[in-house]
C-alpha cells in the first residue's frame, strides 16, 4: 500500500516535470522575448546586454531550473499583450472558472443521481424511457450548441435570464463572488447547466447501470424479504453500494468540467480562466498559455491522484489484487 | 470471368452475413446509414451541386443580405433556409461546410488510425521496453482531456506560424492536432488485442518459418485485431467532427473564408440577438443529425462485430 502511494506520488511528479517542459518549450521556442521588450531600433549589442541581464544566454538545462523555481514561486512572467503579471491576471479569473465548476458539479450530482436512481427502478416506465432518450441527444448535442439553444429560449425568446457575463459581484479579499447578488445567482443558472449537462447525462446513466446490477443481489432480496420498506431497501441498501463507483467517476469528472469550461465561458462571455486561455491563443500570448496549461495540469494530476487513493482506500480487493499481479 | 464470380460471391456472402442481417433488422441503423451515406455524398460533389457558390464573392448580392428561411414571411423560395449577413445562402454554405468538416473528420481518423494501429501492433508485439515507453507517453496524454491537448498543438502552430500562412495551414493544422491527440484509443486496444493474438498457432507458425517481424505484425495480425478499430475509427469520426467544430466555434479552427459547419454556426451566434436565428440554428442542425447518424452506426456496428452480444 505505502508503496503504491510512493510509485503514484512520484508518476505524478514525472506528469508535471514533462508539462513544465512543454510549458517551458513554448516559452523558448515561440518567438524571441527579446523582441517584444526592447524598442524596434535597438542595436545588436543592447539587445545581447538585456539577454545577458535576463539570464537568456545561459546553457539550456540551467534555463529550465530557473524555470522551474520561478514556477514554484508563483512568478509566471508577464503577459505579453497587457503588459501585467501573469499570476495576477490569472487570480482575477479563478474564482470565476471555479465558482461556475462548484455549480455545474452540484447540477450534475442533484440532477444526475436521482434520475438514475429513478430509471433504475422504474426500467421500463415511459418516464424513464423519456429521460433515457433525451440523454442520448443531450450527449450528441456539442457543448457550445447547447448553449446557443439555451441563450436562444430563455435569453432571446423569453427574456428571462441573462446571456453574458457574471452579473454583479461582490468582492470579498481576493476572491470576487457572484453567490451573493440576484443577478450573479441568475447568470450562474444558464452557463452551469451547459457545462454540467454532460456530466449529469454520465452520471445518471453510471447510476442507473449500478442499481441495476445492484437491485438483482442476494442481499437485496433478502433485505425484501425481511420484510423492509421500499424506501429503507431502495435507498439504505441499493443506493448506498452504487455510491463507491460514482463519486470516483464524478470526481475525475471535476477535471473534465475545468477543461470543458473553456468552451461554456466563451460561449456565454464568462470571465473566465477558459476565456483568458482562448483569447491568449488567438493573440499568441505565450506565458498565459503555458501558465494555464501547468495550473490545469496540475489540477488533473492531483484529482487523479486523489481518486486513485480513495479507490485504494475504499475498495480492499484492489489491495489484494496489487499484491498478486506484483509477484 | 473469374473477377466477375469472385465479386459475385463477395456480395452473396455479405448478404448471408449476420452483419448484414443486423443491418435489416433495425430501421434506426438504416436511417442513420442512410443520413450519413446522402452527407458523405452530398460533401463530395458540395461545388457541383449546391444552388449558389458561395465561394464566389462575384456572385454574392448584398441586397439579399440577412434573408429568412423561405417559409417565413420576406423569404424568398431560392434561399431555402435563408441568407446570412453576406447574402450568402445558408443551404449551400452548409453544404459546403460538412465538405470541410468531413474532410477533417476522415483524415484526422486516418491519421490517429494509422498512427495508433502502428504503435499498438509495435508495443504488443514487441513488449518489452518499447511497449512500456509508448504506453506511458498514452498514460499521460490519456489523463488530459483530448480538447485541451488540440489546443495546445493548434496554438504552438499559430505562434510558430507567421499569421497569413497560419490561416491557409488551419485546416492541416486541426488534422494534425485531432490526430495526434486521439491515436491512443486505436493504440491501447490494438496493444491488447496484439498481446492476445501473438500467442495463437497461426504467429508462432509464421515465426518458426522465419517470416520478419514485420510482416507478422502488418500481414498476419493486422487483419485478425481491425474489428474494433474499425468500430472506434467510426465514433472517432463522429468526435473528430465535433471536435472540429467546436475549434472553429471558438475562433481557433478553420477561417471564415471556406467556413466548416462549426464556423458558420460561430457566425450565427453573432446575429441571435438580432432574430436571425437560422443562421446558427441550421448548420447545428446538420451538425447534430450528421454526428448523431455517425454515432448510431458505430454503436450498431460495435455490437453486430461483437459475437458476445448475439
Redesign the interface.
Known amino acids: 500500500m505505502f508503496a503504491y502511494i510512493i510509485r503514484r506520488a512520484l508518476q505524478s511528479i514525472l506528469?508535471m516535470a514533462?508539462v513544465a517542459f512543454?510549458a517551458f518549450a513554448?516559452f523558448q521556442?515561440?518567438?524571441d522575448p527579446i523582441n517584444q521588450m526592447v524598442a524596434q531600433d535597438a542595436t545588436l549589442e543592447q539587445r545581447d546586454a538585456l539577454r545577458k541581464l535576463l539570464g537568456l544566454d545561459r546553457p539550456f538545462y540551467v534555463q529550465f531550473l530557473l524555470f522551474l523555481k520561478n514556477l514554484l514561486t508563483g512568478n509566471f512572467g508577464f503577459s505579453f499583450r497587457v503588459g501585467t503579471p501573469v499570476a495576477q491576471i490569472i487570480a482575477e479569473r479563478m474564482p470565476a472558472t471555479l465558482e461556475l465548476v462548484f455549480v455545474a458539479a452540484l447540477f450534475a450530482l442533484f440532477v444526475g443521481v436521482p434520475a438514475g436512481v429513478y430509471t433504475g427502478l422504474h426500467r421500463h416506465g415511459a418516464i424513464s424511457r423519456f429521460m433515457l432518450t433525451v440523454s442520448l441527444?443531450g450527449v450528441?448535442?456539442?457543448?457550445?450548441?447547447i448553449g446557443?439553444?439555451l441563450?436562444?429560449i430563455f435569453a432571446?425568446m423569453l427574456g428571462w435570464l441573462p446571456?453574458f457575463g457574471r452579473g454583479q459581484t461582490v468582492q470579498l479579499g481576493f476572491w470576487s463572488t457572484g453567490f451573493l447578488t440576484a443577478s450573479g445567482l441568475k447568470a450562474l443558472i444558464l452557463p452551469s447547466i451547459t457545462l454540467g449537462l454532460f456530466q449529469t447525462t454520465l452520471i445518471m446513466r453510471l447510476v442507473r447501470a449500478e442499481m441495476l446490477e445492484v437491485l438483482r443481489a442476494d442481499y437485496i432480496k433478502f433485505a425484501r424479504a425481511r420484510g423492509l420498506t421500499n424506501r429503507a431497501v431502495n435507498f439504505g441498501h441499493a443506493l448506498k453500494n452504487t455510491l463507491v463507483p460514482v463519486i470516483t467517476i464524478a470526481g475525475l469528472q471535476i477535471?473534465?468540467l475545468i477543461?470543458?469550461a473553456?468552451?461554456t465561458e466563451?460561449?456565454f462571455q464568462w470571465p473566465g480562466m477558459g476565456f483568458l486561455?482562448?483569447t491568449?491563443?488567438?493573440f499568441?500570448d505565450?506565458p498565459i498559455?503555458s501558465t494555464y496549461?501547468v495550473l490545469?495540469?496540475l489540477c488533473?494530476?492531483i484529482i487523479?491522484l486523489i481518486v486513485d487513493l480513495l479507490y485504494f482506500a475504499v475498495d480492499p480487493r484492489l489491495r489484494i489484487d496489487r499484491s498478486v499481479s506484483a509477484h | 470471368m473469374p473477377v466477375w464470380h469472385h465479386l459475385r460471391d463477395l456480395v452473396r456472402r455479405f448478404l448471408a452475413s449476420d452483419v448484414f442481417y443486423s443491418f435489416r433488422r433495425s430501421p434506426t441503423v438504416m436511417i442513420a446509414f442512410g443520413l450519413t451515406l446522402l452527407f458523405m455524398v452530398a460533401a463530395a460533389l458540395a461545388p457541383w451541386i449546391v444552388p449558389h457558390n458561395t465561394y464566389e464573392v462575384a456572385s454574392l448580392n448584398l441586397m439579399d443580405a440577412f434573408l429568412p428561411p423561405a417559409w417565413v414571411e420576406g423569404g424568398k423560395l431560392t434561399y431555402l433556409l435563408g441568407t446570412d449577413d453576406q447574402g450568402r445562402d445558408v443551404f449551400s454554405t452548409i453544404v459546403l461546410g460538412a465538405r470541410v468538416s468531413l474532410l477533417v473528420g476522415f483524415a484526422s481518423v486516418f491519421l490517429a488510425l494509422t498512427m495508433g494501429v502502428a504503435l499498438g501492433l509495435i508495443a504488443g508485439y514487441v513488449g518489452g521496453i518499447t511497449d512500456s515507453i509508448i504506453m506511458r507517453v498514452a498514460d499521460?496524454k490519456l489523463?488530459?482531456?483530448a480538447?485541451?491537448i488540440v489546443?495546445?498543438i493548434?496554438?504552438?502552430a499559430?505562434?510558430?506560424l507567421p499569421r497569413d500562412l497560419h490561416d491557409k495551414a488551419a485546416v492541416y493544422v486541426i488534422i494534425l492536432a485531432i490526430g495526434l491527440s486521439t491515436w491512443i484509443q486505436y493504440a491501447r486496444t490494438v496493444r491488447g488485442l496484439t498481446l492476445v493474438e501473438k500467442n495463437k498457432e497461426y504467429v508462432q507458425a509464421a515465426r518458426v518459418i522465419g517470416l520478419h517481424p514485420i510482416l507478422i505484425m502488418f500481414r498476419h495480425v493486422l487483419p485478425n485485431v481491425m474489428g474494433p478499430v474499425l468500430v472506434i475509427g467510426t465514433l472517432g469520426l463522429g468526435i473528430a467532427v465535433?471536435t472540429e467544430?467546436?475549434l472553429s466555434?471558438?475562433?481557433?479552427g478553420v477561417p471564415p473564408t471556406e467556413p466548416s459547419l462549426g464556423t458558420l454556426?460561430r457566425i450565427g451566434?453573432n446575429f441571435?440577438?438580432s432574430?436571425e436565428?437560422w443562421m446558427?440554428?441550421f448548420p447545428?442542425l446538420f451538425?447534430?443529425i450528421l454526428?448523431?447518424s455517425v454515432?448510431l452506426l458505430g454503436d450498431w456496428l460495435r455490437d453486430a462485430l461483437n459475437p458476445k452480444l448475439r
Open positions: 506528469v514533462a512543454v513554448l521556442y515561440m518567438g441527444i450528441s448535442l456539442p457543448t457550445f450548441l446557443i439553444l441563450i436562444l432571446v446571456s477535471g473534465g477543461a470543458f473553456i468552451i466563451t460561449v486561455f482562448i491568449s491563443i488567438q499568441v505565450v498559455m496549461l490545469v495540469a488533473f494530476v487523479n | 499521460v489523463s488530459f482531456p480538447i485541451l489546443l495546445l493548434d496554438g504552438v499559430r505562434g510558430l465535433l467544430s467546436t466555434f471558438l475562433g481557433v454556426i451566434n441571435l440577438f432574430g436565428w446558427a440554428i447545428g451538425l447534430v454526428v448523431l454515432n
